[in-house]
Protein backbone atom coordinates (compact mmCIF):
# COMPACT_ATOMS: atom_id res chain seq x y z
CA UNK A 1 0.00 0.00 0.00
CA UNK A 2 1.66 3.34 -1.06
CA UNK A 3 1.05 6.35 0.88
CA UNK A 4 0.76 10.14 0.27
CA UNK A 5 1.71 12.76 2.87
CA UNK A 6 -1.19 15.38 2.03
CA UNK A 7 -0.24 17.99 4.77
CA UNK A 8 1.75 18.13 8.07
CA UNK A 9 1.64 20.70 10.79
CA UNK A 10 1.11 21.91 14.31
CA UNK A 11 -1.85 20.97 16.32
CA UNK A 12 -3.19 21.63 19.47
CA UNK A 13 -6.19 19.72 21.21
CA UNK A 14 -8.22 22.15 23.83
CA UNK A 15 -10.53 21.74 26.41
CA UNK A 16 -13.88 24.64 26.32
CA UNK A 17 -15.52 25.28 29.66
CA UNK A 18 -17.91 23.14 28.73
CA UNK A 19 -15.43 20.17 28.69
CA UNK A 20 -15.97 20.00 24.76
CA UNK A 21 -12.36 18.76 23.21
CA UNK A 22 -11.82 21.15 20.31
CA UNK A 23 -8.97 20.00 17.67
CA UNK A 24 -6.91 22.51 15.69
CA UNK A 25 -4.68 21.28 12.99
CA UNK A 26 -2.15 24.55 11.82
CA UNK A 27 -4.22 27.76 11.95
CA UNK A 28 -7.30 26.92 9.72
CA UNK A 29 -8.89 23.16 10.65
CA UNK A 30 -11.21 23.31 13.33
CA UNK A 31 -12.62 19.90 14.40
CA UNK A 32 -14.83 18.47 17.81
CA UNK A 33 -13.72 15.72 19.42
CA UNK A 34 -16.83 13.92 19.62
CA UNK A 35 -17.48 10.38 21.82
CA UNK A 36 -20.55 8.13 20.48
CA UNK A 37 -21.61 4.92 20.37
CA UNK A 38 -19.27 3.40 18.14
CA UNK A 39 -16.38 5.46 19.59
CA UNK A 40 -15.02 8.91 19.26
CA UNK A 41 -15.03 10.84 16.22
CA UNK A 42 -13.85 14.51 14.52
CA UNK A 43 -16.44 16.73 13.01
CA UNK A 44 -15.92 19.97 11.29
CA UNK A 45 -16.56 22.87 13.88
CA UNK A 46 -16.45 26.44 13.56
CA UNK A 47 -13.19 28.64 15.28
CA UNK A 48 -15.74 30.23 17.80
CA UNK A 49 -14.85 28.32 21.04
CA UNK A 50 -13.76 29.58 23.84
CA UNK A 51 -10.73 27.81 25.25
CA UNK A 52 -10.07 27.10 28.57
CA UNK A 53 -7.00 25.02 28.89
CA UNK A 54 -4.84 22.76 26.24
CA UNK A 55 -4.85 19.31 26.39
CA UNK A 56 -1.46 18.65 24.02
CA UNK A 57 0.21 20.14 21.41
CA UNK A 58 2.28 18.34 18.53
CA UNK A 59 3.02 17.42 15.16
CA UNK A 60 -0.04 16.46 12.69
CA UNK A 61 0.03 14.14 9.60
CA UNK A 62 -2.70 13.97 6.93
CA UNK A 63 -2.25 11.09 4.61
CA UNK A 64 -3.79 9.35 1.94
CA UNK A 65 -3.58 5.83 0.96
CA UNK A 66 -3.42 5.07 -2.44
CA UNK A 67 -3.62 2.02 -3.43
CA UNK A 68 -6.72 0.45 -1.13
CA UNK A 69 -10.15 1.38 -2.37
CA UNK A 70 -11.79 1.24 1.15
CA UNK A 71 -9.35 3.99 2.02
CA UNK A 72 -10.18 6.17 -1.65
CA UNK A 73 -11.29 9.95 -0.42
CA UNK A 74 -10.81 9.38 3.30
CA UNK A 75 -7.56 10.98 4.52
CA UNK A 76 -6.34 9.74 7.65
CA UNK A 77 -4.97 11.77 10.26
CA UNK A 78 -2.20 10.68 12.66
CA UNK A 79 -1.41 12.73 16.03
CA UNK A 80 2.49 12.49 17.38
CA UNK A 81 1.95 12.11 20.91
CA UNK A 82 3.77 13.60 23.53
CA UNK A 83 6.74 10.78 24.61
CA UNK A 84 6.37 9.53 28.66
CA UNK A 85 9.41 11.79 30.46
CA UNK A 86 9.64 8.55 33.13
CA UNK A 87 8.42 5.45 33.56
CA UNK A 88 6.70 4.14 36.39
CA UNK A 89 8.70 3.54 39.61
CA UNK A 90 8.19 1.56 42.63
CA UNK A 91 9.51 1.53 45.64
CA UNK A 92 9.07 -0.67 48.79
CA UNK A 93 9.37 1.50 52.53
CA UNK A 94 8.27 -0.72 55.87
CA UNK A 95 5.18 -1.75 55.52
CA UNK A 96 4.12 0.20 52.42
CA UNK A 97 4.47 0.12 48.29
CA UNK A 98 4.75 3.29 46.45
CA UNK A 99 4.30 3.88 42.84
CA UNK A 100 5.33 6.82 40.18
CA UNK A 101 3.75 7.46 37.22
CA UNK A 102 4.86 10.66 35.49
CA UNK A 103 4.40 11.50 31.90
CA UNK A 104 4.92 14.89 29.35
CA UNK A 105 1.06 15.03 29.26
CA UNK A 106 -1.65 17.48 30.44
CA UNK A 107 -4.01 16.66 33.70
CA UNK A 108 -7.10 16.59 32.18
CA UNK A 109 -10.28 15.54 35.15
CA UNK A 110 -12.57 12.96 35.19
CA UNK A 111 -15.41 13.75 32.96
CA UNK A 112 -19.03 13.47 33.60
CA UNK A 113 -19.49 10.68 30.67
CA UNK A 114 -20.21 6.65 31.57
CA UNK A 115 -17.73 5.11 29.28
CA UNK A 116 -14.60 7.33 30.59
CA UNK A 117 -13.12 7.77 33.93
CA UNK A 118 -12.51 5.10 35.51
CA UNK A 119 -8.93 4.58 36.13
CA UNK A 120 -9.07 7.16 39.17
CA UNK A 121 -11.93 5.30 40.48
CA UNK A 122 -9.64 1.95 40.52
CA UNK A 123 -6.24 3.12 41.78
CA UNK A 124 -8.56 4.88 44.62
CA UNK A 125 -10.27 1.47 45.26
CA UNK A 126 -7.60 -0.24 44.99
CA UNK A 127 -4.66 1.64 47.02
CA UNK A 128 -4.70 3.53 50.31
CA UNK A 129 -3.90 7.09 48.92
CA UNK A 130 -3.81 8.40 45.73
CA UNK A 131 -2.17 11.84 44.72
CA UNK A 132 -2.19 13.47 41.49
CA UNK A 133 0.28 16.19 40.31
CA UNK A 134 -0.62 18.26 37.57
CA UNK A 135 2.00 20.51 36.06
CA UNK A 136 3.00 22.64 33.59
CA UNK A 137 5.25 19.80 32.01
CA UNK A 138 3.34 17.13 32.56
CA UNK A 139 1.33 14.62 35.02
CA UNK A 140 3.00 12.69 38.39
CA UNK A 141 0.47 10.21 40.14
CA UNK A 142 2.00 9.16 43.31
CA UNK A 143 -0.21 5.53 44.71
CA UNK A 144 0.42 3.90 48.14
CA UNK A 145 -0.48 0.61 49.34
CA UNK A 146 0.29 -0.09 53.27
CA UNK A 147 0.53 -3.89 53.17
CA UNK A 148 -1.30 -5.16 56.45
CA UNK A 149 0.26 -8.02 58.28
CA UNK A 150 -1.97 -10.14 60.41
CA UNK A 151 -0.55 -11.28 63.69
CA UNK A 152 -2.61 -14.73 64.52
CA UNK A 153 -4.95 -14.48 67.48
CA UNK A 154 -3.61 -17.54 68.99
CA UNK A 155 0.11 -19.01 69.09
CA UNK A 156 0.79 -21.45 66.19
CA UNK A 157 2.14 -24.61 67.57
CA UNK A 158 4.26 -27.47 65.85
CA UNK A 159 2.26 -30.66 65.82
CA UNK A 160 -0.88 -32.12 67.30
Same mark, same amino acid.
Given at each position: ?37 ? /?????? %? ?22 ? #? ?16 ? /? ?15 ? %? /????? #??? =? ?13 ? %? ?5 ? /? ?15 ? #? ?6 ? =?
Amino acid at each position: MTATLQRRGKYTLFQTPRQNRILVLGDDMWFAWVGGQQ /GEILVR %SDQDHEREHTIQEGEFYLVDFNDD #PSFTDMPHLFLELPAFQQ /GPTSAFVDDTVRVVVED %S /GTWLP #PAA =RPDRGRGLQLMRALM %SSVEVEP /GPHGTRVTMEKRLLVEE #PDTPVTAG =R
